[in-house]
């Protein structure tokens, strides 16, 4: 089993900063892809930022410019540094891995997901 742990939610005014982070735990698994998604109240579930397992970031257009995805790959950490945040951008912030793990044939690909860490923005 493959589990993802994130951190670093909480309230911050408007302009401010945080940084969220998401570890990845378990047995005998590699780690892909690794994303940050965010839903809004009311909203659909939407991707924020990914990294790939060469580095490659990818934003959304609604955060980039703003917000920086970065990987820890020894240490299979996500995290996610936002600035200049907006009351928009309140919602629950979710971290997904696309993560190989053994199967009885070769290895076989999982998507997996953390629980979710609220993001509030708001003076």
């Known amino acids: 089993q493959v589990q993802l742990v994130e951190s670093g939610g909480g309230l911050v005014q408007p302009g401010g900063s945080l940084t969220l982070s998401c570890a990845a735990s378990?047995?005998?698994?590699?780690?892909?892809?690794m994303s940050w998604y965010r839903q809004a109240p009311e909203k659909e579930r939407e991707l924020a930022a990914l990294?790939?397992?060469?580095?490659?970031?990818n934003y959304s257009r609604s955060v980039e410019g703003r917000v920086t995805i970065s990987r820890d790959a020894a240490k299979n950490i996500v995290d996610l540094q936002m600035t200049h945040l907006k009351p928009e951008d309140t919602g629950v912030y979710y971290c997904?891995?696309?993560?190989?793990?053994?199967?009885?044939?070769?290895?076989?690909?999982?998507?997996?997901w953390g629980q979710g860490t609220q993001v509030t923005v708001s003076s």
């Open positions: 990294i790939t397992s060469g580095g490659t970031t």
């Open positions: 997904h891995a696309g993560v190989f793990v053994p199967g009885q044939v070769g290895f076989k690909y999982l998507e997996v």
């Open positions: 378990g047995s005998r698994f590699s780690v892909n892809t």
